[in-house]
């Protein structure tokens, strides 16, 4: 894998780790003004978690990398994103475009952060649909 360099949100938390992974997933986006996009199509998705906080949990983690991997490597590789029950064919809030993926990642994320008792946050997503194209979440207010 790459090394990548990526944009900096800032925040006040003493720790921040970062987990790079990617994921073969497939889609496509329900409207009819997506152009080619309409068409079932697939991507590498590569992606970086930036996750913070203040406390290391009982291990000396502010959380285990594989745990943040494994949460959206095992739902969404080699899957056909539409078929996920987040996503809706219906509802634009919910296509699985690039900037909703990336949103889903997140909340994916930190429901999972929230169950920890050192509350680290989830402050960015970032996904690769393509090498020219990618999108970045930072939810607008961040829990404490």
Not at 135 to 143: H, S, T
């Amino acid at each position: 894998m790459m090394q990548q360099i990526y944009p900096v949100t800032e925040h006040p938390y003493a720790y921040e780790l970062n987990k790079d992974f990617q994921f073969a997933a497939a889609h496509y986006v329900p409207h009819r003004d997506a152009g080619k996009c309409q068409n079932m199509h697939g991507h590498t998705y590569f992606t970086n978690i930036t996750i913070a906080g203040d406390e290391l949990d009982h291990t000396g983690f502010l959380v285990d990398f594989k745990h943040i991997k494994d949460l959206i490597h095992k739902r969404f590789d080699h899957r056909i994103m539409n078929e996920d029950t987040i996503f809706s064919d219906q509802d634009a809030e919910y296509f699985p475009t690039t900037e909703v993926v990336a949103r889903t990642i997140y909340e994916i994320i930190q429901a999972h952060l929230d169950l920890l008792p050192n509350k680290p946050i989830c402050v960015q997503v970032y996904l690769r649909e393509t090498p020219t194209s990618y999108c970045i979440y930072r939810p607008k207010e961040n829990k404490s």
